[in-house]
T-cell receptor, first 112, second 115 residues
Framework: GESVGLHLPTLSVQEGDNSIINCAYS??????FIWYKQESGKGPQFIID?????DKRQGQRVTVLLNKTVKHLSLQIAATQPGDSAVYFC???????????FGKGTRLSVIA | DVKVTQSSRYLVKRTGEKVFLECVQD?????MFWYRQDPGLGLRLIYF???????EKGDIPEGYSVSREKKERFSLILESASTNQTSMYLC??????????????FGEGSRLTVL
């Protein structure tokens, strides 16, 4: 039968500190990556994306880094706020023509 | 604003019951998706649809079926619910090729408990 993982990785950070959430993606052919944020009781919402021809992209308080060599993606949140508390998912696709494949998620908990 | 509405936020069903989860989007999106979300497993794709009456299996279609009779509505059906289908179900929609720009819009989820 299918093995079930019940553990959601959790990152706890102090308010005002920077957060780094990591993601290892699975398909070396993936060429487009997205980070989603899911607040309690809501569906995931788009935060930031990056294409494989880039290794860094910045948004407002968020930065995504892509390392294709080791198939690693990270989301950096500057000056973390209580409103950043949520579950964060990375997602990948290739050729722009296939459904997104989501990672397992990381829970970010901000300590006031 | 795009709105994806899932008809039931919480359902409790018994083993063997037939379960319908309904999803409606109001932005004329071609693509609609059903995901299942479990702690530590992330979002797993059950089925998706590129157009009316079209459906494609995702990664975990066993035990599920779908119906897309109208463009705005995508239904997930559990023919005979089992306890291992207790989960959070998320519906999403996007324009054709919308995941190229990250524009996947989610509903708020339907939490199903099968006893």
């Amino acid at each position: 039968g299918e093995s079930v993982g019940l553990h959601l990785p959790t990152l706890s950070v102090q308010e005002g500190d920077n957060s780094i959430i990591n993601c290892a993606y699975s398909n070396s052919a993936s060429d487009y990556f997205i980070w989603y944020k899911q607040e309690s009781g809501k569906g995931p919402q788009f935060i930031i994306d990056i294409r494989s021809n880039m290794d860094k992209r910045q948004g407002q308080r968020v930065t995504v880094l892509l390392n294709k060599t080791v198939k690693h993606l990270s989301l950096q949140i500057a000056a973390t706020q209580p409103g950043d508390s949520a579950v964060y998912f990375c997602a990948e696709t290739y050729s722009g023509n296939t459904p997104l494949v989501f990672g397992k998620g990381t829970r970010l908990s901000v300590i006031a | 604003d795009v709105k994806v509405t899932q008809s039931s936020r919480y359902l409790v069903k018994r083993t063997g019951e037939k379960v319908f989860l309904e999803c409606v989007q109001d932005m004329d999106h071609e693509n609609m998706f059903w995901y299942r979300q479990d702690p530590g497993l992330g979002l797993r794709l059950i089925y998706f649809s590129y157009d009316v009456k079209m459906k494609e299996k995702g990664d975990i279609p066993e035990g599920y079926s779908v119906s897309r009779e109208k463009k705005e509505r995508f239904s997930l059906i559990l023919e005979s619910a089992s306890t291992n289908q207790t989960s959070m179900y998320l519906c999403a929609s996007t324009i054709r090729g919308g995941w190229r720009t990250g524009e996947l819009f989610f509903g708020e989820g339907s939490r199903l408990t099968v006893l």
